[in-house]
């Protein structure tokens, strides 16, 4: 997996939106002092994938201090083929997963349990073998 572009807003360190665009990078470097954020990146990328962080625990302990919500854009490519995957918290009718292809995004997933369910089975992979 490639990430292509990481969009998040109320999560943890990040209360504000931030985009980290990582295309035509071949090569990246997370840096910064403590408590800055680094590993919130990662975390971000793994929620919106999976649902959850297993060494954070629930939804709800990821939003920012003081914030309501929370919310994750994650684009990536595997092997070639271009993926979107998007969450929120709290909502389950805004999690999707697309598929891009000839440059529209297709639907994979609409659900949050249905996403999760589709990165688990790894239906990413085995499309992207198409």
Known sequence: MKPVLLKIRGFTAFRDEVSLEFEGRRLFVITG???AGKS????AMTWALYGQVPRVGRSKELVSQGERDMSVLFEFTVRGKGYRVARRYPGNTSTRLERLVNEQ???MADRAADVTREVDNKRIQWAAND
Do not use: A, F, K
């Open 40 to 43: 919130s990146l990662l975390d």
């Open 33 to 35: 002092p403590t408590g």
């Open 105 to 107: 995004w297709v639907p």
